[in-house]
């Protein structure tokens, strides 16, 4: 099973942000971009927006997210780093809900690519 890691540092997310390509659904923005580096071991960051809620709300959801991304890790392809935004719509979501949104934002994503 692929492990996952997660990105840490503000220069991650922005490198991201700035040369990746990104998807949008109901749901999420995912933003992906190819990795550099020989490591094939997919990256995840998230960012909450504060229109979500207040702090213990969108910390909930990030473990949510984090929880999700681990399940499904496989699912992702390999070499990449992501950023996943989820958008107002998904504050009070079920973590079954959360699982089919990220596996059909994937869906696209390996479309795309």
Known sequence: MNKCQF?????QYRKVYQNGKSLASRYFI??????????????????????IGKAVVRNRLRRRLKEAVKKICPEFLPGY?????????????????????LLYIIKLMKRAV
């Open 81 to 101: 780093d992501y950023v996943i935004i989820p958008r107002v719509s998904f504050k009070n979501d079920e973590f079954s809900v959360i699982l089919e949104q």
């Open 30 to 51: 995912l933003y992906y971009l190819k990795k550099e580096e020989a490591d094939q071991t997919p990256s995840f960051g998230f960012s909450v927006s504060k229109k």
């Open 7 to 11: 990105l840490t540092k503000n220069q």
